[in-house]
């Protein structure tokens, strides 16, 4: 195969990074079958096969555009991903996107260990040990047990979602600042 | 007067609409499916928006797909696209929606 479709086919493979590799050869294979086929059915030159294919870093975007956005999963790997595609740069954004994501995290961490606590109380409350690890004070009532356990799990549940919440936030503001 | 902003938001739900109808009559591979759109300038698209589209049905479980050697001498394997069960129930529903659609435009007019 010529070699301007060589270079072309790697542009597009090196731009579809946060694709399994296996993914990534069959779009290539695809790709590549496309060429050849246009090749043979038509009288077009393969400088206008490439040109109609549009340009690689952006056929390659295409494909990895949608998969970066839609988990909904925090991953920080997803994020870093996410910020070079986008390339994301700019002052507000250094404050921002940091700000956003490490909230969100937080948040996310938070839940879980809540939930951890949650279940802990139940046992030390059952058993009356004496083991003050969870003690829930809302300052005008100190629930106890299994009351204080179903508080604790709704805050994680509230923590979770303005987790989730923010983390698309984040990918809506990367997303719009590119724009 | 610019029509072609009206189009290109109404060839978006209808591409994936048109790529399940033909693919629903037989297997198709994508150059394929392109030449077929391609015949109608109303619907026609760029690989570009075609091949990351059908990426998405496979995903989306609408399709699948599998390799295979062209019978002709000389040209490159050919990735084949196939409708899933789910696919046909998803393109019934469109089906439905495309028809109470015509029918509400039929008496707007």
Known sequence: MEEVVNQYLDVVFNNLKPLRISEKTDIINEIKSHIKEKQQNSSESIEQILSDLGDPKELAKSYVGDKLLEKDRINLNQLVKLIGHYSVTGLTSIIVVPTLGLTSIIFSITSILLVGLAIINIPIWFFKLDIPWTIVNLVFWQPKGIIASIIILMVAYGLYWASKWLWRLLKAYIVHIKR | ?109
Not at chain 2, 4 to 28: A, F, H, N, P
Request: with cysteine; glycine share 4%; proline share 3%.
């Open chain 2, 1 to 109: 007067m610019d029509i072609s902003d009206w189009r290109t938001q109404l060839r978006k739900g209808i591409l994936e609409y048109c790529i399940l109808l033909l693919v629903k009559k037989k297997d198709r591979y994508g150059y394929e499916l392109i030449q077929e759109i391609d015949a109608y300038e109303i619907i026609s698209a760029k690989e570009s928006t075609i091949y990351p589209l059908l990426r998405r049905l496979l995903k989306e479980e609408y399709l699948e797909s599998y390799w295979q050697d062209a019978v002709e001498e000389g040209l490159p394997p050919r990735k084949y696209y196939k409708i899933t069960i789910k696919g046909v129930t998803y393109l019934e529903l469109m089906n439905e929606d495309w028809q109470t659609l015509m029918n509400v435009i039929d008496k707007l007019k």
